[in-house]
């Protein structure tokens, strides 16, 4: 096996071949959301929307609609070619009302986990209401919570189809969750009849030597275990995150190493490989000798997005080139 640095190339052009949406109807407002937690949201319009995190701007990016979004949060940085233009806002751990409300949204997309991560973000989400804007909280956690803390592939797909039925896209959601599904099967085609390749999946690291395994609770667990592949980090417990000494790293006995395409470029202006191979045990691993490292790209590394499922696809490719329909 070798493949240094293959990448997951493309994801953020994978509905590409989907035309530019008009804006909703009138008719098709007011609507209400319900989540499958029972939770409602009524939305009059989402002619301008305003996305906290790039989770939610992943979606409105995939569904065609990025031409509707008026401001976003310092850090919502990808895709490049849509966000460039859309004013930054405040941050998803710190909301600015005043902010937000400057830019006129009719609807504001949020990730519950991001409600809790100061006491101020549940009162710019009051206020907001109070102003007229919608508000729609699409349920990370509460849906995490009901799979045992561990993401699964349907998690993803309602996140797709409450903002797609938010936008008035319904039609455009269902297909690009009958996708998602299509892509996880195809990847568990290829895998199949094929020994579980070792993949460890590295979420942080310094030069310092602090370096952090992905676990079951983490969206890259899922990547891997829809790839056919073993995620060594479940060996350490249930945990999203683990960090792990270089004798740790070494014990877990790595076939393939995931990292993310932006933190691993961060170690280097010039030779990132060179400084990711001097980190402490990385050097000493199945993955490095067989030169079998794998980017990711940020719109894996944020979770609840929908390209996991192609993301899945594209490493089972890799790990089992002989596979059925490879």
Same mark, same amino acid.
Request: no cysteine; glycine share 10%.
């Given at each position: *096996?070798?493949?240094?640095?293959?990448?997951?190339?493309?994801?953020?052009?994978?509905?590409?071949?989907? =035309?530019?949406?008009?804006?909703?109807?009138? =008719?098709?407002?007011?609507?209400?959301?319900?989540?499958?937690?029972?939770?409602?949201?009524?939305?009059?319009?989402?002619?301008?929307?305003?996305?906290?995190?790039?989770?939610?701007?992943?979606?409105?990016?995939?569904?065609?609609?990025? %031409?509707?979004?008026? &401001?976003?949060?310092?850090?919502?940085?990808?895709?490049?070619?849509?966000?460039?233009?859309?004013?930054?806002?405040?941050?998803?751990?710190?909301?600015?009302?005043?902010?937000?409300? =400057?830019?006129?949204?009719?609807?504001?997309?949020?990730?519950?986990?991001?409600? &809790?991560?100061?006491?101020?973000?549940?009162?710019?989400?009051?206020?907001?209401?109070?102003?007229?804007?919608?508000?729609?909280?699409?349920?990370?956690?509460?849906?995490?919570?009901?799979?045992?803390?561990?993401?699964?592939? @349907?998690? *993803?797909?309602?996140?797709?189809?409450?903002?797609?039925?938010?936008?008035?896209? @319904?039609?455009?959601?269902?297909?690009?969750?009958?996708?998602?599904?299509?892509?996880?099967?195809?990847?568990?085609?290829?895998?199949?009849?094929?020994?579980?390749?070792?993949?460890?999946?590295?979420?942080?690291? =310094?030069?310092?030597?602090?370096?952090?395994?992905?676990?079951?609770?983490?969206?890259?667990? #899922?990547?891997?275990?829809?790839?056919?592949?073993?995620?060594?980090?479940?060996?350490?417990?249930?945990?999203?995150?683990?960090?792990?000494?270089?004798?740790?790293?070494?014990?877990?006995?790595?076939?393939?190493?995931?990292?993310?395409?932006?933190?691993?470029?961060?170690?280097?202006?010039?030779?990132?490989?060179?400084?990711?191979?001097?980190?402490?045990?990385?050097? %000493?691993?199945?993955?490095?000798?067989?030169?079998?490292?794998?980017?990711?790209?940020?719109?894996?590394?944020?979770?609840?997005?929908?390209?996991?499922?192609?993301?899945?696809?594209? #490493?089972?490719?890799? #790990?089992?080139?002989?596979?059925?329909?490879?």
């Amino acid at each position: *096996m070798r493949f240094v640095l293959k990448g997951l190339f493309g994801l953020g052009l994978m509905f590409a071949a989907l =035309s530019s949406p008009l804006l909703a109807q009138e =008719s098709d407002y007011p609507r209400t959301i319900t989540d499958s937690l029972g939770a409602e949201t009524v939305i009059n319009s989402a002619d301008r929307i305003f996305v906290v995190h790039q989770i939610t701007s992943s979606l409105v990016s995939a569904l065609g609609a990025y %031409d509707r979004v008026v &401001g976003r949060t310092r850090f919502v940085d990808d895709p490049k070619e849509d966000v460039e233009s859309v004013p930054e806002i405040g941050t998803y751990s710190e909301l600015e009302a005043e902010g937000i409300l =400057s830019v006129e949204p009719d609807l504001v997309l949020i990730v519950d986990r991001h409600l &809790g991560l100061s006491g101020g973000n549940l009162s710019v989400v009051e206020q907001l209401r109070e102003a007229g804007v919608a508000v729609l909280v699409l349920p990370q956690d509460g849906l995490l919570a009901r799979h045992g803390g561990v993401y699964e592939l @349907d998690i *993803m797909q309602e996140f797709v189809q409450l903002t797609a039925d938010a936008l008035a896209l @319904d039609e455009r959601g269902a297909e690009i969750v009958a996708r998602m599904e299509s892509e996880a099967e195809e990847a568990s085609q290829i895998a199949a009849g094929s020994e579980p390749s070792r993949v460890l999946a590295l979420g942080a690291f =310094s030069v310092g030597g602090k370096m952090f395994a992905q676990g079951p609770g983490s969206p890259y667990d #899922l990547v891997i275990r829809m790839a056919g592949a073993q995620n060594v980090a479940a060996e350490l417990g249930p945990e999203a995150f683990h960090e792990l000494t270089p004798e740790g790293l070494v014990a877990l006995e790595p076939d393939v190493i995931v990292v993310g395409e932006r933190i691993f470029n961060e170690l280097s202006d010039t030779d990132p490989m060179s400084v990711f191979l001097s980190l402490p045990g990385v050097a %000493d691993t199945p993955a490095a000798q067989n030169e079998a490292f794998y980017l990711a790209p940020v719109t894996v590394v944020y979770g609840s997005t929908p390209h996991l499922a192609a993301a899945a696809l594209d #490493l089972a490719k890799v #790990l089992y080139p002989d596979g059925e329909g490879n």
